[in-house]
């Protein structure tokens, strides 16, 4: 059984920094591409980032680029999502999802590309 474990999310002042962590089980974490999702209360969900699973490839929505970034531990099964310079606009849920074998630039920041979901967590910055 596959799941996806989201952690790291908190209330943090604009300007700081978070670090949220996305553990997998019940799969073969190298061969997955991973991909942050976010949602805010009356909107749609939208893509934040994703890595590749064979080389490694990021990718970043342009609101987040330069900000945010991808990265992956295969060993730990985890993949973060470390956020600088938090603006009021990222308040949401961050969500990880997990897809299987290589995909384009985009098919990673699609929903719909994605086999696994995790629950979510809860970032909030105040202004």
């Known amino acids: 059984q596959v799941q996806l474990v989201e952690s790291g999310g908190g209330l943090v002042q604009a300007g700081g920094s978070l670090r949220v962590s996305c553990a997998a089980s019940?799969?073969?974490?190298?061969?997955?591409?991973i991909g942050w999702f976010r949602q805010a209360p009356g909107k749609e969900r939208e893509s934040v980032a994703a890595i590749g699973w064979s080389t490694y490839s990021t990718y970043y929505a342009d609101s987040v680029k330069g900000r945010f970034t991808i990265s992956r531990d295969n060993a730990k099964n985890t993949v973060y999502l470390q956020m600088n310079n938090l603006k009021p606009e990222d308040t949401a849920v961050y969500s990880c999802?997990?897809?299987?074998?290589?995909?384009?630039?985009?098919?990673?920041?699609?929903?719909?590309?994605?086999?696994?979901w995790g629950q979510g967590t809860q970032v909030t910055v105040s202004s």
């Open positions: 019940g799969l073969i974490f190298s061969t997955y591409t």
């Open positions: 999802a997990a897809a299987t074998g290589p995909k384009s630039s985009r098919e990673r920041l699609s929903a719909s590309t994605y086999d696994y």
